[in-house]
């Protein structure tokens, strides 16, 4: 078994990563940390450096911190010789991941970034359908209320935050995992509420590198509908349709509906999470996060409402 503690219990880490690492045989929680005090079964800790005094044997952490807080919690741990898993997106830059990659490796760890979407069950059938249909556009909403999934949580809104991105980039990864092409950032409109740091709403073009394949993208986390939408749409000849929605829990390919696994995304997570340790390796996928730091760089910026 791996002895895994998880670093920041937040919504996420409650409603994902403890009731799935619960199930998972080859996991065993021994360890939390959290800054506020926490009821859980295991031993929490103020601090990461707290946890490491306490001498526990320990062998990998999941970090579900904010992502400002990532990269240092992430290099403390692997000088600490744990394995690491990043919660999405797994650091602000490209620069600070490449940093942890190379230390992962001069100490033969396993550092992972657990996009968690390219595990939702839509898009193992996606890799299948796809290559045979002849895309001619890409669209993608995804949108909901940041209140509801992070109540209260201002870091989502401070200066090297992400926004809406945090959100939006799962629709990304998505992408990125079943494109036989590099994408490529064009434009984008970056909405700012208030006096907030970090976007509220994005309008964001891309494009294939090879066949210039449009793709648009509209991001909203200030959603007001009673409905999230989470949903992208390959657009192809004759007006044959393939959507993923519902952030890939459903699948149609015009009006067909595909029926799918009910596997959940952070199942698929962990199991890859274990098989990379078990073979010594890492994964460290950036293209998503590529496309959000050069939107957030490069797009044009507006109040929202205007």
Same mark, same amino acid.
């Not at 800790?45 to 490491?52: D, I, P, V, Y």
């Not at 997106?89 to 550092?111: D, F, I, M, W, Y």
């Not at 209320?145 to 870091?155: I, L, Q």
């Given at each position: ?58 062998? *990998?952490? %999941?970090?579900?911190?904010?992502? /400002?807080?990532?990269? $240092? +919690? &992430?290099? !403390?741990?692997? =000088?600490?010789? #744990? ?36 595990? *939702?069950? %839509?898009?193992?059938?996606?890799? /299948?359908?796809?290559? $045979? +249909? &002849?895309? !001619?556009?890409? =669209?993608?909403? #995804? ?38 092409? %590099? ?124």
């Amino acid at each position: 078994m791996i002895r895994i503690a998880v670093i920041g219990i937040g919504q996420i880490a409650r409603q994902q990563h403890l009731p799935v690492l619960e199930n998972d045989p080859d996991f065993q929680v021994v360890a939390a940390v959290s800054p506020v005090p926490v009821a859980l079964d295991v031993p929490v800790f103020s601090s990461l450096a707290e946890l490491r005094q306490s001498r526990l044997a320990l062998d *990998a952490v %999941a970090l579900c911190t904010p992502p /400002d807080l990532r990269y $240092a +919690l &992430a290099r !403390e741990a692997l =000088t600490a010789g #744990w394995h690491v898993l990043l919660e999405k997106p797994p650091t602000l830059t490209r620069s600070q991941a490449g940093s942890l990659s190379r230390l992962a490796g001069e100490r033969g760890l396993t550092l992972f970034a657990a996009w968690h979407s390219i595990y *939702a069950p %839509a898009v193992s059938v996606l890799r /299948d359908i796809l290559p $045979a +249909l &002849a895309v !001619e556009r890409v =669209t993608i909403a #995804w949108k909901e209320n940041a209140e509801k999934w992070h109540p209260g949580a201002d870091w989502l809104w401070r200066a090297g935050a992400l926004g809406v991105f945090d959100a939006g980039i799962n629709a990304l990864s998505i992408l990125c995992a079943l494109s036989t092409e %590099a994408l490529l950032y064009d434009t984008a409109l970056l909405s700012f509420y208030r006096d907030q740091q970090a976007p509220s709403q994005v309008k964001l073009a891309m494009r294939g590198s090879e066949t210039d394949l449009p793709v648009t993208a509209e991001f909203d986390w200030r959603h007001e509908a009673a409905s999230e939408v989470w949903e992208i749409v390959w657009h192809a000849k004759k007006g044959e349709t393939v959507s993923l929605s519902e952030g890939g829990a459903r699948l149609r390919i015009g009006s067909r509906e595909i029926s799918l696994s009910q596997t959940g995304e952070y199942a698929g997570v962990y199991r890859h999470f274990a098989t990379l340790i078990r073979e010594g390796r890492s994964s460290l996928d950036l293209r998503a996060l590529d496309i959000v730091t050069d939107a957030l760089a490069f797009g044009v910026r507006q109040k929202a409402g205007q």
